[in-house]
């Protein structure tokens, strides 16, 4: 299947810095890529859907100037978590599916994100 | 989209068929079936999908009721790799529309 690339795969920041996370499509082009969070044994919940050359729209609840998101071309997109608290500290996972839309959605391998 | 029910654990022996339910009751014509599977500390795996027809790969078969209100996926011979927790959902097939989850079904493979 298409293969769907996060980075980093773990990383750990200080409170009150930003963090970066990135979300490649390898080998197919995403207009649309999908960012979720995990806290430990619960299910994975939409926090917002990237949109390539528009601005992302973000689920209810979500800060959007905390968690900024950016979808600068058909392949890459970022989640930017902006002056982290230790609350941030979560499982961030995003998905894509190609510009057709007719496929299935592929995930990354997820971000840890440790903020201590 | 459509919600879905799965039972919130199962246990399977190793080598034994898993048979993992989902009830979609509401779900529309238009919706398809998929499951998903995450793996501990990794991101969900795309498994199979169906319309009404049943549907196998190389990973698992899926079976849909008649009245398409209930599903089961089955993976045929399962080793400890399978243990993860398995997702149902229901969407439309075309377009970005976003992947709603569950609480979906821990399985475990007992040695």
């Known amino acids: 299947g298409a293969v769907v690339s996060q980075h980093p795969s773990r990383v750990i920041c200080k409170s009150g810095t930003s963090v970066k996370i990135e979300c490649r499509s390898l080998?197919?082009?995403?207009?649309?890529m999908f960012w979720y969070r995990q806290f430990p044994k619960k299910s994975l919940m939409l926090m917002a859907t990237s949109n390539e050359g528009s601005k992302a729209t973000y689920e209810q609840g979500v800060e959007k100037d905390k968690f900024l998101i950016n979808h600068a071309s058909l392949t890459l997109s970022t989640l930017t978590v902006t002056s982290a608290h230790p609350e941030d500290s979560s499982f961030y996972i995003c998905?894509?599916?190609?510009?057709?839309?007719?496929?299935?959605?592929?995930f990354g391998q997820g971000t840890r994100l440790t903020v201590v | 989209d459509a919600k879905t029910t799965q039972p919130p654990s199962m246990d399977c022996a190793e080598g034994r068929a898993a048979n993992l339910p989902c009830n979609h009751s509401?779900?529309?014509?238009?919706?398809?079936v998929y499951w998903y599977r995450q793996i501990h500390s990794q991101g969900p795996q795309y498994i199979i999908h169906?319309?009404?027809n049943n549907e196998t790969n190389e990973m698992a078969s899926l079976i849909i009721t008649e009245d398409r209100k209930s599903s089961t996926l089955i993976l045929p011979h399962a080793t400890l790799r399978d243990t993860a927790v398995y997702y149902c959902i229901v969407r439309v097939r075309i377009g970005n529309e976003k992947l709603t989850f569950g609480t979906g079904t821990r399985l475990t493979i007992i040695p």
């Open positions: 169906g319309l009404k």
């Open positions: 080998d197919f082009q995403a207009t649309t």
């Open positions: 509401t779900i529309s014509g238009n919706e398809y």
């Open positions: 998905s894509a599916r190609d510009v057709t839309g007719n496929t299935e959605a592929f």
